[in-house]
Protein backbone atom coordinates (compact mmCIF):
# COMPACT_ATOMS: atom_id res chain seq x y z
CA UNK A 1 0.00 0.00 0.00
CA UNK A 2 3.04 2.28 0.20
CA UNK A 3 4.04 2.07 -3.15
CA UNK A 4 0.45 2.93 -4.19
CA UNK A 5 0.36 6.16 -1.96
CA UNK A 6 3.98 7.03 -3.27
CA UNK A 7 2.54 5.99 -6.85
CA UNK A 8 -0.32 9.21 -6.43
CA UNK A 9 2.67 11.65 -5.11
CA UNK A 10 4.50 11.11 -8.15
CA UNK A 11 1.78 11.57 -10.17
CA UNK A 12 1.10 14.66 -7.88
CA UNK A 13 1.35 17.80 -10.63
CA UNK A 14 1.62 21.59 -9.79
CA UNK A 15 -1.29 23.00 -12.16
CA UNK A 16 -2.03 25.69 -13.51
CA UNK A 17 -4.51 26.64 -16.12
CA UNK A 18 -6.66 29.35 -16.06
CA UNK A 19 -3.95 31.12 -13.75
CA UNK A 20 -1.69 31.50 -16.63
CA UNK A 21 -3.94 33.66 -18.36
CA UNK A 22 -3.12 36.36 -15.72
CA UNK A 23 -0.06 37.84 -16.58
CA UNK A 24 1.00 39.52 -13.19
CA UNK A 25 -0.11 35.92 -11.49
CA UNK A 26 2.50 33.98 -13.95
CA UNK A 27 5.20 36.47 -13.43
CA UNK A 28 4.63 35.97 -9.14
CA UNK A 29 4.67 32.25 -9.44
CA UNK A 30 7.50 32.21 -11.60
CA UNK A 31 9.62 34.46 -9.98
CA UNK A 32 8.86 32.50 -6.99
CA UNK A 33 10.03 29.04 -8.58
CA UNK A 34 12.84 30.34 -9.95
CA UNK A 35 14.11 31.66 -6.34
CA UNK A 36 12.93 28.34 -4.89
CA UNK A 37 14.80 25.82 -7.29
CA UNK A 38 17.59 28.16 -6.71
CA UNK A 39 16.96 27.75 -2.54
CA UNK A 40 16.60 31.78 -2.31
CA UNK A 41 13.82 30.82 0.29
CA UNK A 42 13.23 34.28 1.54
CA UNK A 43 12.54 35.45 -1.84
CA UNK A 44 10.58 32.67 -2.87
CA UNK A 45 8.34 33.16 0.33
CA UNK A 46 7.93 36.60 -0.96
CA UNK A 47 7.02 35.88 -3.92
CA UNK A 48 4.28 33.30 -2.80
CA UNK A 49 3.10 35.98 0.11
CA UNK A 50 2.74 38.06 -2.37
CA UNK A 51 0.23 35.70 -4.50
CA UNK A 52 -1.67 35.04 -1.80
CA UNK A 53 -2.33 38.49 -1.01
CA UNK A 54 -3.46 39.02 -4.52
CA UNK A 55 -5.30 35.89 -4.94
CA UNK A 56 -6.54 34.75 -1.74
CA UNK A 57 -9.44 32.03 -2.76
CA UNK A 58 -6.72 30.54 -5.30
CA UNK A 59 -4.97 27.09 -4.31
CA UNK A 60 -2.08 28.09 -5.96
CA UNK A 61 -0.12 29.92 -3.52
CA UNK A 62 -0.88 27.12 -0.76
CA UNK A 63 0.14 24.71 -2.93
CA UNK A 64 3.57 26.75 -3.46
CA UNK A 65 4.13 27.69 -0.24
CA UNK A 66 3.76 24.32 0.67
CA UNK A 67 6.97 23.31 -1.87
CA UNK A 68 8.87 25.69 -0.49
CA UNK A 69 8.55 23.97 2.81
CA UNK A 70 9.29 20.77 1.50
CA UNK A 71 12.52 21.64 -0.15
CA UNK A 72 13.79 23.87 2.27
CA UNK A 73 13.06 21.23 5.43
CA UNK A 74 13.64 18.04 3.64
CA UNK A 75 13.18 15.87 5.16
CA UNK A 76 10.04 17.28 6.53
CA UNK A 77 9.76 14.27 9.00
CA UNK A 78 12.58 15.01 10.71
CA UNK A 79 11.05 18.99 11.09
CA UNK A 80 7.56 18.63 13.40
CA UNK A 81 6.41 22.51 13.06
CA UNK A 82 7.42 23.30 9.48
CA UNK A 83 5.56 19.66 9.01
CA UNK A 84 2.58 21.25 10.65
CA UNK A 85 2.80 24.23 8.44
CA UNK A 86 3.24 22.25 5.54
CA UNK A 87 0.11 20.37 6.04
CA UNK A 88 -2.25 23.53 6.53
CA UNK A 89 -0.72 24.82 3.36
CA UNK A 90 -1.65 21.95 1.49
CA UNK A 91 -5.48 21.17 3.42
CA UNK A 92 -6.00 24.80 2.49
CA UNK A 93 -4.92 24.60 -1.14
CA UNK A 94 -7.44 20.92 -1.10
CA UNK A 95 -10.14 23.23 0.24
CA UNK A 96 -9.68 25.92 -2.12
CA UNK A 97 -9.53 23.80 -5.16
CA UNK A 98 -12.52 21.09 -3.57
CA UNK A 99 -14.59 24.60 -4.12
CA UNK A 100 -13.65 25.74 -7.59
CA UNK A 101 -14.55 21.64 -8.38
CA UNK A 102 -17.53 21.83 -7.24
CA UNK A 103 -18.61 24.92 -8.75
CA UNK A 104 -17.57 23.57 -12.27
CA UNK A 105 -16.57 20.20 -12.45
CA UNK A 106 -15.56 20.83 -15.77
CA UNK A 107 -12.62 23.16 -14.29
CA UNK A 108 -9.58 21.66 -15.52
CA UNK A 109 -7.42 24.10 -13.29
CA UNK A 110 -9.45 22.57 -9.85
CA UNK A 111 -8.67 18.84 -10.78
CA UNK A 112 -4.79 20.02 -10.95
CA UNK A 113 -4.65 21.25 -7.04
CA UNK A 114 -7.11 18.78 -5.83
CA UNK A 115 -4.28 16.25 -7.28
CA UNK A 116 -1.75 17.59 -6.30
CA UNK A 117 -2.30 19.05 -2.39
CA UNK A 118 -3.88 15.23 -1.97
CA UNK A 119 -0.85 13.79 -3.45
CA UNK A 120 1.37 15.64 -1.34
CA UNK A 121 -0.71 14.98 1.94
CA UNK A 122 -0.74 10.95 0.87
CA UNK A 123 2.71 10.89 0.89
CA UNK A 124 3.58 12.98 3.58
CA UNK A 125 1.45 10.38 6.06
CA UNK A 126 3.46 7.58 4.40
CA UNK A 127 6.35 9.06 5.71
CA UNK A 128 5.00 9.50 8.96
CA UNK A 129 3.74 5.97 8.94
CA UNK A 130 0.18 7.32 9.36
CA UNK A 131 -1.16 4.76 6.52
CA UNK A 132 -4.96 5.25 7.23
CA UNK A 133 -4.65 9.14 6.63
CA UNK A 134 -2.20 8.64 3.42
CA UNK A 135 -4.60 6.33 2.28
CA UNK A 136 -7.50 8.08 2.14
CA UNK A 137 -5.53 10.90 1.04
CA UNK A 138 -4.65 8.68 -2.25
CA UNK A 139 -8.02 7.56 -2.93
CA UNK A 140 -9.10 10.91 -3.38
CA UNK A 141 -6.29 12.23 -5.42
CA UNK A 142 -7.30 9.50 -7.98
CA UNK A 143 -10.59 10.84 -8.78
CA UNK A 144 -9.80 14.22 -9.67
CA UNK A 145 -5.84 12.86 -11.61
CA UNK A 146 -7.96 11.04 -13.93
CA UNK A 147 -9.09 14.39 -15.27
CA UNK A 148 -5.73 14.78 -16.22
CA UNK A 149 -5.15 11.78 -17.95
CA UNK A 150 -8.10 12.86 -20.77
CA UNK A 151 -6.92 16.22 -20.73
CA UNK A 152 -3.29 16.46 -22.07
CA UNK A 153 -3.66 17.83 -25.31
CA UNK A 154 -6.25 20.15 -23.64
CA UNK A 155 -3.42 21.51 -21.52
CA UNK A 156 -0.13 20.46 -21.28
CA UNK A 157 0.78 21.17 -18.22
CA UNK A 158 -1.07 17.64 -17.47
CA UNK A 159 1.60 15.84 -19.28
CA UNK A 160 3.81 15.62 -16.71
CA UNK A 161 1.47 13.66 -14.10
CA UNK A 162 -0.05 11.64 -16.91
CA UNK A 163 2.97 10.76 -18.05
CA UNK A 164 4.27 9.59 -14.66
CA UNK A 165 1.26 7.61 -13.99
CA UNK A 166 1.46 5.87 -17.23
CA UNK A 167 4.96 4.71 -16.12
CA UNK A 168 4.52 3.60 -12.79
CA UNK A 169 1.20 2.19 -13.34
CA UNK A 170 2.78 -0.46 -15.66
CA UNK A 171 6.44 -0.48 -13.49
CA UNK A 172 5.50 -0.91 -9.95
CA UNK A 173 3.31 -4.08 -10.26
CA UNK A 174 6.45 -5.72 -12.54
CA UNK A 175 8.92 -4.49 -9.41
CA UNK A 176 6.32 -5.57 -6.71
CA UNK A 177 4.35 -8.12 -7.51
CA UNK A 178 2.44 -8.29 -4.52
CA UNK A 179 0.51 -4.91 -5.56
CA UNK A 180 -0.97 -6.33 -8.34
CA UNK A 181 -4.25 -7.44 -6.55
CA UNK A 182 -4.54 -3.62 -5.84
CA UNK A 183 -4.10 -2.71 -8.98
CA UNK A 184 -7.34 -3.04 -10.54
CA UNK A 185 -8.40 0.21 -9.07
CA UNK A 186 -6.01 1.74 -10.87
CA UNK A 187 -7.01 2.44 -14.76
CA UNK A 188 -4.12 0.65 -17.16
CA UNK A 189 -0.93 2.65 -18.02
CA UNK A 190 1.63 2.68 -20.50
CA UNK A 191 5.45 3.10 -20.31
CA UNK A 192 6.36 3.74 -23.84
CA UNK A 193 3.49 6.34 -23.61
CA UNK A 194 4.72 7.82 -20.08
CA UNK A 195 7.89 8.49 -21.39
CA UNK A 196 6.65 10.72 -24.57
CA UNK A 197 4.74 12.57 -22.36
CA UNK A 198 7.71 13.11 -20.02
CA UNK A 199 10.01 14.05 -22.62
CA UNK A 200 6.94 16.19 -23.94
CA UNK A 201 6.52 17.99 -20.43
CA UNK A 202 10.41 18.82 -20.35
CA UNK A 203 9.65 20.50 -23.76
CA UNK A 204 6.39 22.16 -23.59
CA UNK A 205 4.94 22.86 -20.27
CA UNK A 206 5.83 26.09 -18.24
CA UNK A 207 5.32 25.36 -14.35
CA UNK A 208 6.31 21.42 -14.35
CA UNK A 209 9.20 21.69 -17.13
CA UNK A 210 12.11 20.86 -14.04
CA UNK A 211 9.35 17.86 -12.42
CA UNK A 212 9.34 16.63 -15.93
CA UNK A 213 13.17 16.79 -16.52
CA UNK A 214 13.98 15.53 -13.21
CA UNK A 215 11.62 12.44 -12.99
CA UNK A 216 12.45 11.45 -16.45
CA UNK A 217 15.90 11.44 -15.48
CA UNK A 218 14.86 9.37 -12.18
CA UNK A 219 13.16 6.85 -14.10
CA UNK A 220 15.87 6.32 -16.71
CA UNK A 221 18.26 5.69 -13.99
CA UNK A 222 15.79 3.54 -11.57
CA UNK A 223 13.62 1.73 -13.40
CA UNK A 224 15.11 1.29 -17.18
CA UNK A 225 18.48 0.59 -15.99
CA UNK A 226 19.95 3.51 -18.42
CA UNK A 227 21.72 6.06 -16.41
CA UNK A 228 23.26 7.76 -19.30
CA UNK A 229 19.93 8.44 -20.96
CA UNK A 230 19.06 10.62 -17.68
CA UNK A 231 22.81 12.95 -18.10
CA UNK A 232 20.90 15.64 -20.33
CA UNK A 233 18.26 16.00 -18.55
CA UNK A 234 20.08 16.60 -15.56
CA UNK A 235 22.66 18.72 -17.14
CA UNK A 236 20.10 21.40 -17.87
CA UNK A 237 18.84 21.51 -14.28
CA UNK A 238 22.18 21.96 -12.51
CA UNK A 239 23.11 24.37 -14.96
CA UNK A 240 20.18 26.41 -14.43
CA UNK A 241 19.61 25.71 -10.19
CA UNK A 242 23.16 25.03 -9.30
CA UNK A 243 22.15 25.21 -5.82
CA UNK A 244 19.24 22.73 -5.47
CA UNK A 245 20.19 19.91 -3.63
CA UNK A 246 17.85 17.41 -5.28
CA UNK A 247 19.16 17.85 -8.52
CA UNK A 248 22.89 17.80 -7.58
CA UNK A 249 22.36 14.71 -5.86
CA UNK A 250 20.93 13.14 -8.94
CA UNK A 251 23.75 14.61 -10.74
CA UNK A 252 26.72 12.88 -8.85
CA UNK A 253 24.40 9.69 -8.78
CA UNK A 254 24.20 9.49 -12.53
CA UNK A 255 28.01 10.57 -13.03
CA UNK A 256 28.87 8.18 -10.65
CA UNK A 257 27.08 5.52 -12.21
CA UNK A 258 28.49 5.73 -15.71
CA UNK A 259 31.68 6.21 -14.82
CA UNK A 260 32.64 9.86 -15.02
CA UNK A 261 34.05 9.69 -11.73
CA UNK A 262 35.52 13.33 -12.17
CA UNK A 263 32.76 15.01 -13.75
CA UNK A 264 30.98 14.43 -10.19
CA UNK A 265 33.21 15.02 -8.02
CA UNK A 266 31.93 18.80 -8.45
CA UNK A 267 28.32 17.50 -7.20
CA UNK A 268 29.66 15.58 -4.50
CA UNK A 269 31.69 18.43 -3.20
CA UNK A 270 28.16 20.61 -2.80
CA UNK A 271 26.44 17.82 -1.06
CA UNK A 272 29.13 17.62 1.44
CA UNK A 273 28.86 21.50 1.72
CA UNK A 274 25.22 21.16 2.59
CA UNK A 275 25.97 19.95 6.15
CA UNK A 276 22.92 17.77 5.87
CA UNK A 277 23.85 13.84 7.46
CA UNK A 278 21.08 12.38 4.40
CA UNK A 279 23.73 13.80 1.57
CA UNK A 280 26.78 13.29 3.17
CA UNK A 281 25.66 9.34 3.84
CA UNK A 282 25.17 9.72 -0.23
CA UNK A 283 28.74 11.59 -1.05
CA UNK A 284 30.48 8.95 0.74
CA UNK A 285 28.94 5.99 -1.26
CA UNK A 286 29.75 7.95 -4.89
CA UNK A 287 33.27 8.36 -3.19
CA UNK A 288 33.76 4.71 -2.25
CA UNK A 289 32.42 3.50 -5.36
CA UNK A 290 35.20 5.94 -7.10
CA UNK A 291 37.89 4.38 -4.71
CA UNK A 292 36.58 0.48 -5.57
CA UNK A 293 35.67 0.89 -9.46
CA UNK A 294 38.26 3.65 -10.31
CA UNK A 295 41.28 3.50 -8.23
CA UNK A 296 41.12 0.03 -7.03
CA UNK A 297 41.50 0.55 -3.58
CA UNK A 298 39.23 -2.03 -1.32
CA UNK A 299 40.22 -0.58 2.21
CA UNK A 300 39.48 2.49 1.60
CA UNK A 301 36.10 2.12 -0.92
CA UNK A 302 34.81 -0.24 2.63
CA UNK A 303 36.04 2.35 4.84
CA UNK A 304 33.86 4.81 3.26
CA UNK A 305 31.02 2.81 2.47
CA UNK A 306 30.86 1.66 5.97
CA UNK A 307 30.87 5.49 6.96
CA UNK A 308 28.01 5.93 4.76
CA UNK A 309 26.14 3.29 6.74
CA UNK A 310 26.92 5.60 10.13
CA UNK A 311 24.16 8.26 7.84
CA UNK A 312 20.33 8.19 7.97
CA UNK A 313 18.26 7.72 4.90
CA UNK A 314 15.38 8.28 4.07
CA UNK A 315 12.38 6.76 1.84
CA UNK A 316 12.51 8.84 -1.69
CA UNK A 317 15.83 9.80 -2.76
CA UNK A 318 18.68 8.11 -0.66
CA UNK A 319 17.10 4.65 0.20
CA UNK A 320 18.36 3.27 -2.56
CA UNK A 321 21.78 4.73 -2.63
CA UNK A 322 22.17 3.30 0.58
CA UNK A 323 21.94 -0.07 -0.84
CA UNK A 324 24.47 0.70 -3.21
CA UNK A 325 26.66 1.12 -0.20
CA UNK A 326 25.23 -2.36 0.69
CA UNK A 327 26.19 -3.92 -2.62
CA UNK A 328 29.58 -2.37 -2.17
CA UNK A 329 30.76 -4.11 0.52
CA UNK A 330 29.29 -7.29 -0.63
CA UNK A 331 31.65 -7.17 -3.70
CA UNK A 332 35.26 -6.38 -0.65
CA UNK A 333 33.95 -9.24 1.57
CA UNK A 334 33.54 -11.23 -1.47
CA UNK A 335 36.84 -10.45 -2.89
CA UNK A 336 38.44 -10.50 0.90
CA UNK A 337 36.81 -13.96 0.96
CA UNK A 338 34.76 -13.10 4.37
CA UNK A 339 31.91 -15.18 3.75
CA UNK A 340 30.00 -14.33 6.95
CA UNK A 341 30.63 -11.25 6.70
CA UNK A 342 29.39 -11.43 3.05
CA UNK A 343 26.16 -13.64 4.34
CA UNK A 344 25.55 -10.19 6.53
CA UNK A 345 25.03 -8.03 3.77
CA UNK A 346 23.50 -9.96 1.54
CA UNK A 347 20.86 -10.30 3.87
CA UNK A 348 20.56 -6.61 4.85
CA UNK A 349 21.00 -5.17 1.14
CA UNK A 350 17.61 -6.75 0.02
CA UNK A 351 15.81 -4.06 2.29
CA UNK A 352 17.48 -1.09 0.84
CA UNK A 353 17.43 -2.21 -3.12
CA UNK A 354 14.46 -2.35 -5.84
CA UNK A 355 15.98 -0.56 -8.82
CA UNK A 356 16.47 -2.15 -12.26
CA UNK A 357 20.31 -2.11 -12.00
CA UNK A 358 20.66 -2.61 -8.33
CA UNK A 359 18.59 -5.99 -8.22
CA UNK A 360 21.08 -7.38 -11.03
CA UNK A 361 24.03 -6.26 -8.94
CA UNK A 362 22.67 -8.35 -6.44
CA UNK A 363 21.62 -11.19 -8.02
CA UNK A 364 25.16 -11.32 -10.43
CA UNK A 365 27.10 -11.13 -6.87
CA UNK A 366 24.81 -13.39 -4.40
CA UNK A 367 23.56 -15.82 -7.23
CA UNK A 368 19.81 -15.25 -5.37
Keep these: ?7 LLFCSSQGWAQILQDTYAKQLILTGLDHLYTYDFKESNAAFATFKSKYPKHPAGYLL ?13 DHINPGKTYVDNLEKAFSLGEAMYLKNNNDLES ?28 KKSYHYMKIGLLNT ?17 ICYPEIHPILKPFMFFFEDGNKKLGLVQLEGGAQKTVFVKNESMFYIGYIYNKYEGTPAKGLPFSL ?3 KKFPNNHWYALQRAELLTLTGNYEGAEEFIEKLEKTKSPYYIGCALTFRAMREEFENRNLLAAESMYTKALAFPWEERFTKDIRGLAYLGLIRIAQKNNQTTKARKYTSIAKEYIEYKNSLIEYSRITGQ
Excluded: H, W
Aim: glycine fraction near 2%; charge should be positive; include cysteine.
Design 1 to 7: MRKIIFL
Design 65 to 77: TAMLIQQQYFPLK
Design 111 to 138: AFFCTSSLGFLAAYEADNQNFIKAVNYA
Design 153 to 169: EKQPEFLYSSGVYNYYR
Design 236 to 238: ELT
